[in-house]
C-alpha cells in the first residue's frame, strides 16, 4: 500500500510562486513515475506534469501540459521519497486542488501518459488560489 500527502498550496496573487510536495509512505517511489493533476470548480481533472523514475541516475525525463510549460516545474528527491511542484507565474486560471499520483507500472513506463487510468495510487489533493 502506498499513502501519498501533498502539502505546500495556499493562496498567492498572480505572477506569485508556490512549490508543492508530494511525500509517499509506505513504499518507496524511486521506481516509478510520478505526475501531477489538477481540478479545477466544476472542470474535470486535468494532467499538469509528469516524472519518469530516475532508474538509478541522476537524470528524470519530464513531460508538461501545454498550459503550464515554461511556468512550472516537476522535480523529485528519491532520498526523501518526494516529488515537487515549482509553480512560477502564477495565473487566475491555475486555481484548481492538486493533486499526485504513482504510475501504475514501474515497467514499462510511457512518457506522455496523460490519463488519469494510468495512475494508480493518488493523494488526497492541495488547494491552490490563485488571485487576480
Known amino acids: 500500500q502506498v499513502g501519498l500527502v501533498e502539502s505546500g498550496g495556499g493562496l498567492v496573487q498572480a505572477g506569485g510562486s508556490l512549490r508543492l510536495s508530494c511525500a509517499a509512505s509506505?513504499?518507496?517511489?524511486?521506481?516509478?513515475?510520478m505526475a501531477w493533476f489538477r481540478q479545477a470548480p466544476g472542470k474535470e481533472r486535468e494532467f499538469v506534469a509528469q516524472?519518469?523514475?530516475?532508474?538509478?541516475?541522476?537524470?528524470?525525463?519530464?513531460y508538461y501540459a501545454d498550459s503550464v510549460k515554461g511556468r512550472f516545474s516537476i522535480s523529485r528527491d528519491n532520498g526523501k521519497n518526494t516529488v515537487y511542484l515549482q509553480m512560477n507565474s502564477l495565473r487566475p486560471e491555475d486555481t484548481a486542488v492538486y493533486s499526485c499520483?504513482?504510475?501504475?507500472?514501474?515497467?514499462?513506463?510511457?512518457?506522455?501518459?496523460?490519463?488519469?487510468?494510468?495512475?494508480?495510487?493518488w493523494g488526497q489533493g492541495t488547494q491552490v488560489t490563485v488571485s487576480s
Open positions: 499520483a504513482r504510475y501504475f507500472s514501474a515497467s514499462p513506463f510511457r512518457l506522455g501518459a496523460i490519463r488519469e487510468y494510468d495512475y494508480d495510487y
Open positions: 509506505g513504499r518507496t517511489l524511486s521506481s516509478y513515475a
Open positions: 516524472i519518469s523514475s530516475s532508474g538509478g541516475t541522476p537524470y528524470s525525463a519530464t
